[in-house]
């Protein structure tokens, strides 16, 4: 088995500007609306918003938040929460109709501890699964394959949550 895998596209992070603690991927300029590419924001609205996962488990992994910077479910509004949860059934919908998935993995990650990659800002993960999507790479090589660059499938999938 060789050692090399080829992810070119992991050189834009590593010479791309580097979030410092103050910032937050999740939070957006208040007067912005809509989908934003460079931050692959595919959907946002005045509560929450729909955007990809830069370090997905599968192709087209997303996340909803709020548009709040705030940590934990119970500190999000009712409004927030209905939100989040409602942008996660829509992206389900649309995963299903363009990706083909077998099934979803749908959760958050809430606290350092439980897995959460940035705890301060909830956020709702939503998974494609697929049949024999866990093969040899990722038990034995601890190693993620992601058959399509991160850019195609934001352009497959942005026009689909503004239309």
Request: net charge negative.
């Amino acid at each position: 088995m060789s050692d090399t895998i080829w992810a070119p596209w992991r050189m834009d992070y590593i010479l791309g500007p580097k979030d410092t603690k103050d910032s937050c991927f999740f939070c957006l300029p208040k007067e912005h609306l809509g989908p934003l590419p460079e931050r692959l924001v595919l959907y946002s609205d005045r509560v929450a918003l729909i955007i990809m996962n830069l370090y997905p488990y599968n192709n087209a992994h997303l996340m909803t938040a709020p548009r709040r910077h705030v940590a934990t479910l119970a500190l999000a509004t009712e409004e927030e929460r209905l939100a989040v949860v409602n942008l996660a059934a829509w992206a389900t919908e649309i995963l299903d109709e363009t990706m083909k998935p077998h099934g979803f993995n749908l959760g958050i990650n809430q606290g350092l501890v439980a897995g959460a990659g940035l705890a301060d800002h909830l956020h709702f993960h939503i998974t494609p699964r697929y049949q024999g999507d866990t093969n040899y790479m990722t038990v034995l090589g601890e190693t993620r394959v992601i058959p399509e660059h991160i850019r195609a499938t934001y352009d497959k999938l942005v026009g689909l949550f503004n239309c």
